[in-house]
């Protein structure tokens, strides 16, 4: 039940009120700012507790606009703190929760769909990888223009939901960590992955002859293949492009799929392409991608 206050309209009484009753010392920095238009609280060790009466006073303010607790341990309870203080305050357009043990529960709390001001909202640096990364994902769609996960690596799953999010929002931001090779699997945290800024077109079609543009595709090309024979039928070649999560001229590729099989017996043999990738890892010397980098989508 949501506790009024009366002739209290900075918040600073009840903000003593609520300290008393959770045996906790007032924070100083905050009842000297708690009617700024922005507030800055990196690294003052608040913790769970603290940050629950931190929510609580600002549940109501009206002033304030950017909030920036980055670094205090605040963990799940306090995220989930934050959370419930977001869904009342429709004034609050930033929100910087970055290197706070949220984990992947405490982060997606952060991400409320009633809060449709929040323009922006940090929650990198908190304990959770690529599996609450997509999770988040699903929760971001309704309310962020910005979503910062610089330390989070991406999977494609995440980047579908991402373009699907991309389609209805058009301003909406990414901002993550390195995208991992295809498979969402622990086995592909070593693997090469797709530099967004230096993104092309998964397959070259020439004259209806087929050129893998992306060598991931092979791996899989594989899973489609459980036999070994380096053969798929065009539609599991057409799926298996379309697992690489990234743009694509499907209706031509359909076609030059389709004729390429009508000449192989129904099926498409992709043994030349790993020749192809053979002689590309020969020419350029081994693989050049950058691990670690930031990105913005």
Known sequence: MKEVRNHDPTGRSYYDKVCNRMGLVPV???????????????????????TKAIALVLRDNITL?????????????????????????????????????????????????????LKSCNISWNGFGPEGGAAIGEAMASNSALLELDDVPIE???????????SKKPN???????????GNTADDLGKPAV?????????LILDQ?????????????KKYDPQGGFTVTPEEFVKAVEDLAVPFNKPKLETACVKLAA???????????????????????????????????
């Open 28 to 50: 100083s920095y905050l009842k000297r700012h708690i009617t700024d238009p922005e507030i800055t609280m990196r690294f003052h060790g608040l913790g769970p507790a603290a």
């Open 195 to 203: 530099h967004p800024y230096k993104r092309k077109e998964p397959v």
């Open 156 to 166: 494609f799953e995440f980047l579908r939901i991402f373009e699907d999010i991309k």
């Open 172 to 182: 909406f931001k990414l901002i993550h960590g390195p995208i991992l090779s295809s």
């Open 209 to 221: 002859h087929i050129i893998v543009n992306d060598m991931r595709l092979l791996d899989i090309l």
């Open 65 to 117: 606009e950017k909030l920036n607790l980055q670094g205090n341990w605040i963990e799940g309870d306090g995220g989930l703190a934050m959370a419930r203080m977001l869904e009342d305050n429709d004034y609050i357009t930033e929100i910087n929760l970055s290197d706070n043990k949220l984990g992947s529960i405490g982060a997606k709390y952060c991400l409320v769909e009633e809060n449709v001001r």
């Open 263 to 297: 000449d192989q017996a129904g099926r498409i043999y992709f043994g030349d392409f790993i020749k192809q990738q053979q002689d590309q890892i020969k020419n350029s010397g081994g693989d050049d991608e950058e691990n670690g980098e930031r990105f913005e989508q």
